[in-house]
């Protein structure tokens, strides 16, 4: 994850697409093919562990960004036999249409027990047999602020904001210097993180309806979702440089606007916005003490926050080979994700028994990780949580309530319809 929407080396991604002869692409014609959305800071991260990690054979790592789905439907000699794939909840589906390869079940567990949190057996597993193994954790339910603007805000301490004292500090914030919240919206997950962590917040029993299959899009808690995202966003002046600038901001930018362009107060990121915050702070001169962690806030005071799990996991094409299953066996060793969490950071450890040194923003999550019980839901849900689902209805009712002025009632309704259409047309 990315930041996923970075450009893509065009060298990498029209090899895959038009599956043509693998002298194109760079690397060893024998190798592993690995295929990742991760670019930037993320890709280079990765790039460590294959080196620290005593890989049995040569690896040639694909970076295809938001592409990542070419890496399923290519074919020749020049497909991926590994993908790392960032929508776990893709792995049924893909199973059932004859694309991935079963992996040994000794990777989940073995005589020393089961090496992953149960959420994710869910994903990984299809009638029985393991498909994917987890890789990267993420924690998608934070918020990062900057410590020392808060502090003269007069907004109160970040860990007891509900989703009310967003909605009141971003109307307080519009005409000041700084904004509440800044916001990556060219990056069409940063937008569906957003609206999931509302709707757990608001009903926990609604998100898990619609991660379980049940999608009944127009009902109360969607709607008072969607209703405070009309809050957040149709505000004027409420973003940093209006929707248009949002709409133009990547992930990493959003971050960057709080600790580095001073731009906002805080950001919603999850734990991979590690390696970017400790890069903005970096430029400025600044102490990494000037950043803080806190959960995402709660619907209401009396009510729990919202917990949702993210990541990636290793999947096997249906092409690959017993050389590809040595590297998935290698990558899930226990400690090869560290050179990643503790040079880097921006990672958690899916594997139960990883021993690693996080950082202070990071280590609170990482020890808690494995009992939070909800999934990504947009990685659940298929094409309906995808760029031409969810993705564009969130952007539009992004720009419809803000650069457009237009209404949140008649947007939300426009923003469930389509949603209920789309779902209608999937099934």
């Known amino acids: 994850m990315r930041t996923r929407r970075a450009v893509l080396q065009t060298a990498a991604v029209v090899p895959l697409l038009v599956a043509c002869s693998p002298d194109v692409l760079l690397g060893e014609r024998d190798a592993v093919r690995i295929a990742v959305a991760w670019s930037g800071l993320e890709l280079a991260a990765f790039r460590s562990v294959l080196e620290a990690t005593a890989l049995p054979e040569a690896i040639e790592v694909v970076p295809l960004g938001d592409e990542i789905g070419t890496a399923l439907t290519a074919r020749g000699r020049s497909a991926p036999d590994i993908v790392m794939l960032p929508q776990a909840g893709q792995v049924r589906g893909l199973v059932a249409q004859g694309r991935l390869r079963e992996v040994p079940d000794t990777l989940w567990s073995d005589p020393g027990g089961v090496r992953y949190a149960e959420q994710w057996r869910e994903l990984c597993y299809y009638q029985g047999r393991l498909y994917g193994v987890p890789f990267k954790a993420s924690g998608k339910s934070l918020v990062w602020y900057d410590r020392e603007a808060i502090g003269r805000s007069g907004l109160g301490d970040p860990a007891q904001w509900t ?160 050389r590809a299953e040595a590297v998935v066996a290698a990558l899930a060793a226990d400690q090869a994700p560290v050179p990643w969490i503790e040079q880097v950071g921006g990672f958690l450890g899916p594997n139960l028994r990883t021993r690693a040194h996080y950082s202070s923003w990071s280590a609170p999550t990482a020890e808690a990780l494995a009992e939070w019980p909800d999934f990504d839901l947009s990685d659940r849900l298929g094409a309906v949580g995808g760029r031409d689902g969810l993705w564009r209805v969130l952007t539009e009712f992004l720009i419809t309530v803000g650069d457009r002025g237009g209404d949140v009632g008649i947007a939300t309704d426009t923003a469930v319809g389509t949603l209920s259409r789309f779902e209608r047309g999937w099934r």
């Open 163 to 322: 989703v009310p004292d967003w909605l009141a500090g971003v109307r307080e914030c519009a005409a000041s210097p700084r904004r509440l919240l800044a916001l990556g919206a060219a990056d069409g997950w940063v937008l569906t993180d957003l609206f999931e962590n509302l709707l757990l917040a608001q009903s926990p029993a609604v998100y898990r309806e619609l991660g379980s299959g049940i999608r009944n899009w127009d009902v109360g808690p969607v709607r008072a979702t969607f209703e405070q995202l009309g809050g957040l966003w149709g505000i004027r002046s409420g973003l940093p440089g209006g929707v248009g600038t949002a709409l133009t901001r990547q992930f990493a930018d959003a971050v960057r606007d709080v600790f580095e362009h001073r731009r906002a107060l805080a950001v919603a990121a999850p734990d991979f916005a590690e390696p970017v915050v400790r890069d903005a702070l970096r430029r400025l001169g600044r102490a990494e003490e000037a950043a803080a962690v806190v959960p995402f806030p709660r619907a209401e005071p009396d009510r729990e926050n919202p917990r949702i799990v993210g990541g990636d996991v290793m999947v096997l094409t249906r092409s690959a080979g017993p």
